[in-house]
């Protein structure tokens, strides 16, 4: 059963939680006991398929699903069709006892495709389970990849409609024309004059608007979400710290039981938790070292107990980490305060209130323990992806260079020699411009076509342009709205009183 981070919601069954979203109570569903995984099943793992792990894992956390339902979920996000590599998630060594999960090898070329590809496979199924007549209106914020991600999983759904706010001039150009040129008779995509903070808020906010829900409903219509907050999306992301640890196993770089570090770079805290939750079921997880870029308030959070999102907003070379308000920090907190769900109204009530909180030493100390963290400026990850190339010709997007600098710092100043895993969140190719200009190519700096520049780009690392992003080159844009951050509620119900 499911229930919320606040207290106040109903136990739900896993259908129930993935197909509502968010909690009315404003909280983020949680699992109200974390299944455990012993020795024998995860060497078991070893020798099994991703999406054989798959539904082993999920099998433990939607129990209301039944095997059948949960293989054809699997089966259709998992496949050759959906992913270039056969592994789904492949791990590849780069350097001595340093690895790379490769999350990015989905349709839209980043890991939101992890779960994106899953979770409208579990709401459809849900939706027939819960006998839910309403169409579901799945309202998105994006910082650049959920957007595209929830977009192609979710294209033509029955019984769906999809509507994603971007910030406007806060992701890349490809992150843009993803989006915009986007195919599908339920979607529709919005640009946000604001960032990444504002579109969140704003989605945040039409779904605590209980008259709007009202309103809504009256035409059958019923809000959730594809974001982190869901539980359909965070629950996907627990198989790839599961399976990159059983495939290091099955490589013997490791010997089953050892214990290895992951580095994730991570704005909205949804992949690192992710990595809690495996933690917690028993996988050899030493630390989760959480890597940031200059929008360093996790950083600052996780080193001093104190959130505070009242400071300044950066534009970085890693957009999708451009976040000051992490939502899924708040599952933590359930977690680390003994499932206090008082203790999570305070905070969250102090942060909305007063644009902070503050964590007592006892609850500090419990999350430094589990999570070192650090950050990279713009500069710096410049200099990484161009170092890690050289050094050893592996070619790294701005996001995963935030970690692997991270990572680099970390061991250096702790002695920590741990196998450590560098969760990888994007290919290179979606931020071509950073990754160009960080190899120092001259000729690059006069290229200004997008598609030349990833033409160039191909060659210089070897390695094919992914073809979904080569395709963008004679695809139509097709969505061409912007709206003010306080008009999106009016632009959510004209939107539906034209369907």
Known sequence: MYISTRGAAHKLTAAQAITQGIAPDGGLFV??????????????????????????????????????????????????????????????????NLF???????????????????????????????????????LVATSGD??????????????????????????????????????????????????????????????????????????????????????GRLVPQIIYYFSAYADLVKNKDITMGAAVNFVVPTGNFGNILAGYYAKRMGLPINKLICASNSNNVLTDFLTTGIYDRKRQFYKTYSPSMDILISSNLERLLYHISDNSAAAVNQWMSELNNMGEYRVDEKHLQAIKEIFPAGYVTDEDTAATISRVFKEHGYALDPHTAVAWQVAETYRLRSGDQTPTIIVSTASPFKFNETVLSALNQTESANITDEFAALRHLAKLINRPVPTALAELEQKTVRHTAVCNKQDMPEVVKQALQTK
């Open 31 to 96: 699992p109200e006991t974390i299944p455990a995984i012993d020795n024998e099943a995860l060497a078991g793992f070893v020798q099994l398929g991703y999406q054989e792990r798959a539904v082993a894992i999920l099998r433990l956390f939607l129990d209301d699903y039944s095997e059948k339902e949960l293989q054809n979920c699997v089966a259709g996000a998992y496949n050759a069709e959906k992913f270039s590599n056969g592994a789904i998630a492949p791990i590849t060594k780069v350097a001595d």
């Open 100 to 138: 790379a999960l490769e999350l990015w090898h989905g349709p839209t070329s980043a890991f939101k495709d992890m779960a994106l590809q899953l979770l409208p496979r579990l709401m459809s199924c849900a939706l027939k389970k819960n006998g839910e007549s309403n169409e579901i209106v799945i």
């Open 146 to 231: 959920t957007g595209k991600a929830a977009l192609e999983g979710f294209k033509d759904v029955d019984q769906t409609n999809v509507m994603v706010f971007y910030p406007e001039d806060g992701v890349s150009r490809i992150q843009r024309l993803q989006m915009i040129t986007q195919e599908g008779s339920n979607l529709k995509v919005i640009a946000v004059k604001g960032n990444f903070d504002d579109a969140q808020t704003g989605v945040k906010r039409i779904f605590n608007d209980k008259a709007l829900a009202i309103e809504i409903a009256r035409n059958n219509f019923k809000f959730s979400s594809a974001n982190s907050i869901n539980w």
